[in-house]
T-cell receptor, first 111, second 111 residues
Framework: NAGVTQTPKFQVLKTGQSMTLQCAQD?????MYWYRQDPGMGLRLIYY???????DKGEVPNGYNVSRLNKREFSLRLESAAPSQTSVYFC??????????FGPGTRLTVL | QKEVEQNSGPLSVPEGAIASLNCTYS??????FFWYRQYSGKSPELIMS????GDKEDGRFTAQLNKASQYVSLLIRDSQPSDSATYLC???????????FGTGTLLAVQP
């Protein structure tokens, strides 16, 4: 099992450009999450999907959109990237009472 | 008061010593507690789960939970330089069922 996979691993964008971060899990988990991690800030929840067909805002949703494509896949879209969105993005998945399992992350730089 | 609090460190211990990492939480109804290890530039990796009061041992790691004091700790025996990482405490809230992360404690094991 690959667990949680994320693409791309690295990305550099110019201000105003758009992009989609992809996440997939093969653990048959119902819930999926997107976090960002900045130095000194810890993990901050952007959006989550408790089950297929549902999405909800987390702590820092502004500037992002998500799509739960099916049970396996959960994507994060930046419509108009800003330098403040320079960060490391992690996708995670879990079942309702299990711990979360993380993907390897995407390192995004917005110039 | 933060929902999950950890001392940011760095906690410096000599090789072979016991490292003690602490975490307090505010939601008295919390039922599930997890410790993650995060190496620099990598994603969080689950190392311990604990659900009931007392100690749980796994190799060199021992998780301790005291629900009355709202306190969870991680002991690492015979610390090795390879244990140098940031350790994240995560608590699943009783009311919301959301997993809340602390900001992590940086552990440095000195050879």
């Amino acid at each position: 099992n690959a667990g949680v996979t994320q693409t791309p691993k690295f990305q550099v964008l110019k201000t105003g450009q758009s992009m989609t971060l992809q996440c997939a899990q093969d653990m048959n988990h119902n819930s999926m999450y997107w976090y960002r991690q900045d130095p000194g800030m810890g993990l901050r929840l952007i959006y989550y999907s408790a089950s297929e067909g549902t999405t909800d805002k987390g702590e820092v949703p502004n500037g992002y959109n998500v799509s739960r494509l099916n049970k396996r896949e959960f994507s994060l879209r930046l419509e108009s990237a800003a330098p403040s969105q320079t960060s490391v993005y992690f996708c995670a998945s879990s079942d309702i009472v299990s711990p979360q399992y993380f993907g390897p992350g995407t390192r995004l730089t917005v110039l | 008061q933060k929902e999950v609090e950890q001392n940011s460190g760095p906690l410096s211990v000599p090789e072979g010593a016991i490292a003690s990492l602490n975490c307090t939480y505010s939601d008295r109804g919390s039922q599930s507690f997890f410790w993650y290890r995060q190496y620099s530039g990598k994603s969080p990796e689950l190392i311990m789960s604990i659900y009931s009061n007392g100690d749980k041992e796994d190799g060199r790691f021992t998780a301790q939970l005291n629900k009355a004091s709202q306190y969870v700790s991680l002991l690492i025996r015979d610390s090795q330089p390879s244990d140098s990482a940031t350790y994240l405490c995560a608590v699943r809230g009783g009311a919301t069922n959301k997993l809340i992360f602390g900001t992590g404690t940086l552990l440095a094991v000195q050879p």
